[in-house]
């Protein structure tokens, strides 16, 4: 039952529960405790500086289910985000875990290039499944306590008006008598469109004394049953099959749609576009712009008086500052403020995600003030942005960084760093060589043969693109099964890449910063770092302390580094695994652990299942074309709408890299 639900009749009792066959060990237990009285304590940011393989998502929960505090997740990309959110599903089963990133399988945001005049509509493929769990994240925010929301920098991006939001919920309740045009109209303005036919989310029907009403947000429906107005029974179904879920004395009905006005707050919002409008003529008059003054008038007049009649219109957010009351300059309602004040937020690979965070304001106004100069949008356009980064600081109350390698920010920011350094697999850091350029090439290929005498495998890191093709290609013709990874290989290529390795179709894998974070490699014993010593950001302290990392899942873990001097950047690295080392290695003997290699099963992310209404069949993209003649029209849409469909099912699983890869394809295709 969906936990919307179940939370009205208090089954739950708000409180958040780690559900797990295994207790805290190690340095976990100290992590746990330190960082959760921290934040008893009111310590604004504190670190969570955690090796890769000690268990730094379990420790998360453990002190989300300490302080039981609600708290935001930030990661930043999509799949990691989501990797996130599925941990965190099985850690808290019975609690409210939340999803919340851009909901656009394909996006084209509206731009204009004066260089070319060339205006580049809005285009997007919204995904429904994930509209539906931002839409289920907010309510859950203004229903309970026990809320986690894993989220991407979407969340710096502006939203609805939370309190209109809440203002416009609806609740029924048994006994109450309800006027059916009344609820109707109510309805209508919380952007449910009446739909006596088909029923589908964000629609509502009604047929005599009979409501069935599907929330945007959860995937059953609401029946309400009248007898002369008067609600007689409220019943949760399948809007599928038909089957009742359960009945409720009373449900609360949120908003379909995240930008939603009151009716008497939309007139007065519409008063002050219109007089912006009017302004923004009279400038562009003024400048000789009638071209764009006609533009503008003509654009914004559409929209105003889709306003006026629907409640709503295309690019809704351009208006957002007016809706929402909101002076100019003033920051955008986001994500955040739909927290409570005591809210907690987790930053996963903080290093990675606060420069993102920082860097999404500026690349966003400069699209937006071409669409302004140029009579596309108005000028409060540009106050529906992204958050500054200090009004991003500002907003949220409690921050733990997680990383194992913190940046320079966060370490100085922070009033307590608490390291994480013991895995509860006894595993190793692993050990570290330098050896010279000289003869390189020769020592590692004998160094990889004795890998794959062990069924292992082996990483290289470059610092070109060249050198990892003329690498791979020396190799392969030495006779060994290679294969490089960068930033011109496509999207799934990369996983499948990864996967052959992993699987031993491959023994070596050359890439270059594509090795660093997000790579669960345990089948990988070796790592060799070319040109160790040259000085430049993929050989930062940093980054050689991420890269080795990549060994740290496999009990035979070592890392050659190929260099003629030892920089800064590579003793700090080098001490530092020789500092986690040295603590592992004293816990193991303490508590008579043996490291074992992690065992990891392999998910082949190529085949899926696909319903059809005849059979199930497994494919990949490749057979799917190869059923095709692409050079015959019809046989070319066939294709491209067999792959929409695919690329679709792949999003609503939450498998981006392989929706993006097919969206690749039909991009290609179409041209």
């Known amino acids: 039952m969906d936990s919307q639900t179940d939370i009205r009749n208090n089954k739950y009792l708000n409180k958040f529960k780690v559900v797990s066959d295994f207790a805290p060990a190690g340095d976990q237990i100290n992590a746990i405790n330190q960082l959760a009285e921290g934040i008893e304590k009111g310590l604004k940011i504190q670190v969570l500086k955690g090796v890769t393989g000690s268990g730094k998502t379990f420790t998360m929960a453990k002190i989300i289910e300490k302080i039981n505090k609600p708290v935001l997740v930030l990661s930043h990309n999509k799949t990691l985000a989501a990797q996130l959110y599925r941990e965190f599903k099985d850690f808290f089963p019975e609690?409210?875990?939340?999803?919340?990133?851009?909901?656009?399988?394909?996006y084209q945001p509206e731009a204009y290039v004066p260089s070319k005049d060339l205006y580049i509509e809005k285009d997007a493929s919204i995904n429904d499944e994930i509209e539906r769990l931002r839409l289920s994240a907010t309510s859950s925010l203004l229903e309970r306590n026990d809320v986690i929301i894993v989220s991407t920098v979407s969340c710096i991006y502006g939203l609805g008006d939370p309190k209109s939001y809440k203002d416009m919920r609806y609740r029924f309740r048994e006994e109450d008598k309800i006027d059916t045009l009344d609820m109707a109209k109510s309805l209508v303005q919380m952007q449910y469109e009446r739909n006596d036919l088909t029923p589908v989310r964000g629609c509502f029907r009604i047929r005599g004394e009979i409501i069935d009403i599907f929330p945007s947000y959860i995937k059953n429906a609401y029946r309400i049953e009248l007898d002369w107005e008067k609600i007689v029974k409220i019943s949760e179904f399948n809007p599928i099959s038909g089957e009742i879920i359960g009945d409720y004395e009373y449900i609360t009905l949120y908003p379909a749609k995240h930008f939603v006005v009151p009716e008497e707050k939309l007139k007065s919002s519409l008063i002050k576009i219109k007089d912006e409008l009017a302004l923004r003529i009279e400038e562009l008059n003024k400048e000789g712009k009638i071209l764009e003054a006609q533009r503008i008038k003509t654009r914004t007049e559409y929209d105003i008086e889709m306003l006026e009649e629907m409640g709503y219109c295309n690019g809704i957010e351009n208006y957002s500052r007016h809706i929402s009351g909101r002076g100019e300059g003033e920051r955008p309602f986001v994500l955040l403020d739909y927290f409570p004040e005591n809210a907690i937020a987790f930053i996963?690979?903080?290093?990675?995600?606060?420069?993102?965070?920082?860097?999404?304001?500026?690349?966003?106004?400069?699209?937006?003030?071409?669409?302004?100069?140029?009579?596309?949008?108005?000028?409060?356009?540009?106050?529906?942005?992204?958050?500054?980064y200090n009004e991003f600081n500002s907003i949220i109350n409690t921050f733990v960084f997680v990383s194992a390698t913190p940046g320079k920010e966060e370490k100085e920011r922070s009033k307590k760093i608490v390291e994480q350094i013991i895995r509860p697999t006894g595993l190793v850091d692993p050990e570290v060589i330098i050896k010279p350029t000289k003869g390189q090439?020769?020592?590692?290929?004998?160094?990889?043969?004795?890998?794959?005498?062990n069924n292992e495998r082996t990483l290289i890191t470059t610092l070109t693109k060249k050198m990892a093709e003329d690498l791979t290609e020396y190799f392969s013709e030495a006779g060994l099964k290679v294969r490089y990874l960068h930033s011109e290989v496509e999207t799934i290529e990369r996983v499948e890449i990864l996967k052959d390795l992993r699987l031993g179709i491959s023994d070596v894998v050359v890439g270059i910063n594509l090795l660093r974070e997000g790579l669960d490699l345990p089948e990988v014993s070796l790592i060799a770092i070319m040109d160790a010593d040259k000085i430049g950001f993929l050989r930062s302290a940093t980054s050689l302390i991420q890269t080795i990392g990549r060994a740290a899942r496999n009990v035979n873990g070592k890392v050659i580094m190929y260099a003629d001097k030892i920089t800064d950047a590579m003793k700090e690295a080098i001490d530092e695994t020789e500092r986690r080392r040295e603590i592992q290695k004293k816990y193991n003997k303490e508590h008579g652990i043996t490291p074992v290699t992690i065992r990891k099963s392999i998910q082949d992310i190529l085949v899926r299942k696909i319903e059809d209404k005849k059979k199930a069949t497994e494919f990949d993209v490749e057979l799917i074309k190869s059923r095709y003649n692409i050079i015959n029209k019809n046989e070319k849409k066939k294709l491209i709408k067999e792959l929409e469909a695919v690329m679709l099912e792949h999003a609503k699983n939450l498998n981006f890299e392989e929706a993006a890869f097919i969206r690749d394809e039909i991009i290609q295709l179409k041209e």
């Open 441 to 453: 090439i020769e020592d590692l290929f004998g160094e990889i043969n004795m890998r794959i005498q």
């Open 348 to 388: 996963d690979e903080s290093h990675v995600t606060l420069s993102q965070v920082r860097g999404m304001y500026e690349g966003d106004r400069s699209r937006k003030l071409n669409l302004v100069n140029h009579g596309f949008r108005l000028p409060s356009a540009l106050d529906n942005r992204p958050l500054f």
């Open 95 to 106: 609690n409210a875990v939340e999803y919340f990133v851009s909901y656009y399988d394909y």
